[in-house]
Structures are given as C-alpha cells and as structure tokens.
C-alpha cells in the first residue's frame, strides 16, 4: 500500500491528497525512513524524530507537516503487519480513521495538514494499541487502585491487566456503536482474559461527575456503562484544546461558543470552576455488562 491508498482509505480529500505527495516530492528519502523505524517497530521517541525534520525544513515546511507525511509512510507498512497477522481491511480502515481525525483537528487548531500529536499514533504503529468498530483499546495497562473491583464474583486488584479505553472523535457513541465495539474487543483480546471476562476501563474528563450534564445523550449513556471508581480534580482545563480547538483558553471571552458544550464549558472558565477526570471500569461477558 502506498500514501495514496492509505490517504483514500482514511478519507482525505482529492486536494489534500495532492498536496501530501507534492510534499513526498520534496522529500523522497521519507518512505526509506518510515519503514526503518517499522522494522525496528518504532523504537525511537517521537522528539528524535521531529529533531531530524527541523534540520531538514524546506521554505514554507513545517515540523507538523513532515511529522503527518511519516506517518502516512508508516501506516502503509502497518498495512504489510495487518496482512501478515491476518488481520481484517476493516480493522486497519478503524484505525485510519483516527489519522483523519487528528489531521482534522490540527488544520483547526494550526491550519495545516498535519500532525500535533505525532507520539499518539506510536502504540498503533507498535501493534500495542486497536481502533476496533468505534473505540480504541490499549492492552498494556493495569487496574490502578489499592480497592479491588468486584461484580458477578470477578474480581480486578491493583496491576491486573485491563483494556483501555479511548474515545476518538469519529462520530456519535451510540448504544448499538458502543456494544459492536465492545463485543468485537471482547473476542480478540480474549486471549488476554482466559476466564472469559473482559475487563474494560477509561480515564477521561467526559467522566468527571459535575459536568455530565454538559453532554449529550449518547455520551452520557456511554458512561453510564463504567463504575465511576476514581475521580481526580485539578483547576486548570488541560482537554479545553479539545472542545474550543485552541490551547490559549486565558481570555474566555474570546472562546467560540458554536455549541452547547462550548457555551457550558466557557462559563466554567469565566468562573474559575473546578475540571477533573474520572476513571471508569467495567466487566463485559461477551454480550452484556455484569452489573451485579
């Protein structure tokens, strides 16, 4: 697969398209590149990377820009791994949606087809972490609390394995989209839980209880399906970026407010609310969530 198919099977436009290989143009060396640090399955830090590319700026080329042309590199070689491990085009399309996304949020915030986030898509280009239907899932993560976890006789202590859950930004988390996922994560990690119980977990500010209500009806339900076991408050808004695509938030004022969720959360920075995140977890049996 080349940077042409994996940008049309992610969903970018003809004209962005056009201007990713007239950029590969200036660059030919970065195919080469992007398959060493593949086959060394990524070893190095993103920072070493973006280092290089700032000795290697072109007149009008941004770091962001040349960080979003090695990564449409790379995922055509995670391709060839999604291939030899016989996994679905489905299941490399999910994860190319969230490429798209993330470019989407860097031309909102910086203007540009880029990257903002280069060191996010690692655990996706190390096989570590999957997009599967609409949630990602992480599998190198442990349950973190001193309290154990129990329902239906199954009980998660501190450094048990869990799948983490992410929540990109690809669409609404619709009930029948939620369980899909859950159900297509629940059989191929099943290795992972021999006794036949998945356990799912999430750390995000969607989850902080004061501010539920600020959200819709599809984000609600879906965390109504975790156990709210941890909430952390902290008084300044790090995820602002996330709903007003900008990271100076210290004039509210000057906040968009095209949405509710935009409108609620600017009155919270005009205030000086307190923000927070929870962490949630709970137990999947292959078709429904235990709850007792």
């Given at each position: 697969m080349n940077i042409t198919e994996v940008m049309e099977k992610?969903?970018?436009?003809?004209?962005?398209?056009?201007?990713?290989?007239?950029?590969?143009?200036?660059?030919?060396?970065?195919?080469?590149?992007?398959?060493?640090?593949?086959?060394?399955?990524?070893?190095?830090?993103?920072?070493?990377?973006?280092?290089?590319?700032?000795?290697v700026l072109k007149d009008g080329v941004t770091v962001r820009q040349l960080d979003f042309l090695f990564l449409c590199h790379?995922?055509?070689?995670?391709?060839?791994?999604?291939?030899?491990?016989?996994?679905?085009?489905?299941?490399?399309?999910?994860?190319?949606?969230?490429?798209?996304?993330?470019?989407r949020k860097c031309e909102k915030i910086y203007g540009e087809i880029g990257s903002f986030v280069f060191g996010w898509h690692w655990e996706f280009l190390r096989l570590e972490r999957f997009q599967l239907g609409r949630i990602q899932y992480g599998f190198l993560s442990t349950y973190r609390f001193d309290t154990p976890y129990e329902k239906g006789g199954v009980k998660v202590c501190k450094g048990d394995l869990v799948l983490d859950c992410h929540i990109p930004a690809t669409g609404p988390l619709t009930e029948e989209l939620c369980f899909d996922s859950y159900r297509k994560a629940h059989k191929f990690f099943a290795h992972l839980f021999p006794d036949g119980i998945t356990r799912f977990t999430c750390s995000t500010y969607l989850f902080y209880p004061p501010h539920l209500h600020f959200y819709g009806k599809n984000t609600r339900r879906f965390a109504s399906d975790f156990d709210i076991v941890n909430v952390t408050e902290k008084d300044k808004f790090d995820d602002a970026w996330r709903i007003f695509y900008t990271f100076d938030t210290s004039d509210p004022d000057k906040l968009p407010e095209e949405t509710t969720l935009q409108k609620n959360f600017k009155e919270c920075l005009r205030t000086g609310s307190k923000y927070g995140s929870g962490y949630g977890i709970f137990l999947f049996d292959g078709e429904k969530i235990i709850k007792e």
């Amino acid at each position: 697969m080349n940077i042409t198919e994996v940008m049309e099977k992610a969903g970018f436009a003809s004209e962005e398209i056009e201007k990713t290989l007239a950029l590969d143009s200036l660059y030919p060396e970065m195919r080469d590149l992007a398959k060493g640090y593949m086959d060394r399955n990524m070893e190095a830090e993103p920072q070493e990377i973006d280092g290089y590319f700032e000795t290697v700026l072109k007149d009008g080329v941004t770091v962001r820009q040349l960080d979003f042309l090695f990564l449409c590199h790379a995922y055509s070689f995670l391709y060839d791994k999604y291939q030899e491990k016989g996994y679905s085009d489905e299941m490399f399309t999910d994860v190319l949606s969230d490429l798209l996304s993330k470019t989407r949020k860097c031309e909102k915030i910086y203007g540009e087809i880029g990257s903002f986030v280069f060191g996010w898509h690692w655990e996706f280009l190390r096989l570590e972490r999957f997009q599967l239907g609409r949630i990602q899932y992480g599998f190198l993560s442990t349950y973190r609390f001193d309290t154990p976890y129990e329902k239906g006789g199954v009980k998660v202590c501190k450094g048990d394995l869990v799948l983490d859950c992410h929540i990109p930004a690809t669409g609404p988390l619709t009930e029948e989209l939620c369980f899909d996922s859950y159900r297509k994560a629940h059989k191929f990690f099943a290795h992972l839980f021999p006794d036949g119980i998945t356990r799912f977990t999430c750390s995000t500010y969607l989850f902080y209880p004061p501010h539920l209500h600020f959200y819709g009806k599809n984000t609600r339900r879906f965390a109504s399906d975790f156990d709210i076991v941890n909430v952390t408050e902290k008084d300044k808004f790090d995820d602002a970026w996330r709903i007003f695509y900008t990271f100076d938030t210290s004039d509210p004022d000057k906040l968009p407010e095209e949405t509710t969720l935009q409108k609620n959360f600017k009155e919270c920075l005009r205030t000086g609310s307190k923000y927070g995140s929870g962490y949630g977890i709970f137990l999947f049996d292959g078709e429904k969530i235990i709850k007792e």
